[in-house]
């Protein structure tokens, strides 16, 4: 089995409810961990995640104890980064074996062709301070001045700030039904005229659906907060969405 999952947004929130969540998560770990050949994180897996060359945040150890468990064992762990988490350097690799993606990829999985992104910075085109925010994050230059002018503990407090505020921007300026997947799956339909897909993973959106129309499936992942889901390829290389009771 393979298995996708994303959004979990792990330090989010109230620390009762970032707990409740870590401790579902690695419950879930534990679950797909028996039969899983490969488990494909797929972005904002945290909350907020900024790493210095010798520092990084403190927390999760519940969570990185069970994916260096994982790899240990042979299972593969795929890490694509989100727009909470983009600022990985090699901790996750080297500690806990993670292979680490920045972009999405096309990818084949139990002899399917599988399009995997967490999908913040696809289909913006026309999205013009977006655009420039996501230019700005993903900037070398500017991830090596904050982290040598801003101290640990700031960059934190303000990661997360700047994640809750995000969120509750996102809430209130589109409603949550499945119009917001909507840019994705137009990327996921124009792409797949001219590239063999057999299926589309997304994260991002929160918003669970599990989408199939002539030639064109797309799995969008919930967020663990509000939407929990995740998928999974079995081994009849069918991509399946499941969604967990909140």
């Not at 028996?34 to 900024?50: N, S, T, Y």
């Not at 084949?108 to 301070?129: C, Q």
Request: glycine letters at 8%; one cysteine or more; a negative charge.
């Amino acid at each position: 089995m393979i298995y996708f999952v994303s959004d979990v947004h792990l330090g989010g929130g109230a620390p009762a409810q970032a707990r409740a969540i870590e401790r579902r998560f690695t419950a879930w770990l534990d679950a797909v961990g028996r039969d899983a050949e490969a488990l494909l994180l797929v972005g904002d897996i945290f909350d907020f995640w900024f790493e210095y060359r010798e520092v990084v945040p403190k927390g999760f150890v519940r969570v990185l104890g069970r994916l260096a468990d994982l790899t240990d064992r042979g299972v593969r762990v795929v890490f694509f980064t989100g727009n909470h988490d983009m600022w990985v350097g090699d901790y996750l690799s080297r500690e806990c074996g993670v292979e680490i993606h920045t972009e999405p990829c096309e990818m084949e999985l139990g002899g399917r062709r599988i399009f995997v992104a967490h999908g913040d910075n696809m289909n913006i085109g026309g999205e013009h301070a977006l655009r420039f925010m996501n230019t700005v994050f993903r900037s070398r230059t500017l991830r090596w001045l904050f982290s040598w002018l801003v101290h640990p503990d700031w960059a934190v407090r303000f990661g997360h700030w700047w994640s809750a505020s995000s969120r509750r921007r996102h809430e209130r300026s589109d409603g949550f039904d499945a119009s917001l997947t909507k840019p994705l799956t137009d990327y996921a339909r124009d792409y797949a005229r001219t590239h063999r897909v057999d299926c589309f993973v997304f994260g991002h959106m929160h918003y669970a659906l599990d989408l199939r129309e002539p030639g064109l499936h797309v799995v969008h992942l919930g967020c663990w907060e509000r939407n929990p889901a995740y998928a999974v390829l079995d081994d009849r290389g069918e991509v399946s969405l499941k969604l967990l009771e909140k």
